[in-house]
T-cell receptor
Framework: AQRVTQPEKLLSVFKGAPVELKCNYS??????LFWYVQYSRQRLQLLLR??SRESIKGFTADLNKGETSFHLKKPFAQEEDSAMYYC????????????FGQGTTLQVKP | NAGVTQTPKFRVLKTGQSMTLLCAQD?????MYWYRQDPGMGLRLIHY???????AKGEVPDGYNVSRLKKQNFLLGLESAAPSQTSVYFC?????????????FGEGSWLTVV
């Protein structure tokens, strides 16, 4: 079965430190992978998708099919990055249904 | 620019009561989804719809029913609420899924069953 795993429930870093939020997936075909961000008690917003290979708010993520990973990275964390981050997967023929990881709370301390 | 709107935003129910959550989207999207968000479990799909008049079960459909009588609305019903249904519910919509399509989420509905 398809699965997305985010091994860290909470990641706490100081402002200016590098950040890496881990995401591993299990899917034998060609996945579409996303990172969503949820600021306190707000709606989920799309942060990144792997097909666009763009950088949003300084975040990047690279799909590593060999390691089945899609880790989210930022070289210098900002306090406003504090939020819940979800990695999600879908694939062609899945009618757009997203399979989410458990989520990682990023806490950036001043 | 409303996007995806959910009502109500907050509700407290007693065990056994019924209620309906309404999701409305103004983007003419074909696909709509209901997820529930629970700590440590991420978001899990309850039901979804690929067009007006159609519904299908997701990962955790038990205890819920849905209807899509109008393209812009997707209703989630709880016939007999249970404490295990205490959760945050998110509606989402998208155009026909294809590479590059974005899924838009509502602001969430906080439901407590006591």
């Amino acid at each position: 079965a398809q699965r997305v795993t985010q091994p860290e429930k909470l990641l706490s870093v100081f402002k200016g430190a590098p950040v890496e939020l881990k995401c591993n997936y299990s899917y034998s075909g060609s996945p579409e992978l996303f990172w969503y961000v949820q600021y306190s008690r707000q709606r989920l917003q799309l942060l990144l998708r792997h097909i666009s290979r763009e950088s949003i708010k300084g975040f990047t993520a690279d799909l590593n099919k060999g390691e089945t990973s899609f880790h989210l990275k930022k070289p210098f964390a900002q306090e406003e990055d504090s939020a819940m981050y979800y990695c999600a997967l879908t694939y062609s023929g899945n009618t757009g249904k997203l399979i989410f990881g458990q989520g990682t709370t990023l806490q950036v301390k001043p | 620019n409303a996007g995806v709107t959910q009502t109500p935003k907050f509700r407290v129910l007693k065990t056994g009561q019924s209620m309906t959550l309404l999701c409305a989207q103004d983007m003419n999207h074909e696909y709509m989804y209901w997820y529930r968000q629970d700590p440590g479990m991420g978001l899990r799909l309850i039901h979804y719809s690929v067009g007006e008049g159609t519904t299908a079960k997701g990962e955790v459909p038990d205890g819920y029913n849905v209807s899509r009588l109008k393209k812009q609305n997707f209703l989630l019903g709880l016939e007999s609420a249970a404490p295990s249904q205490t959760s945050v519910y998110f509606c989402a919509s998208s155009d026909q899924p294809s590479t590059g399509n974005t899924i838009y989420f509502g602001e969430g509905s906080w439901l407590t069953v006591v």
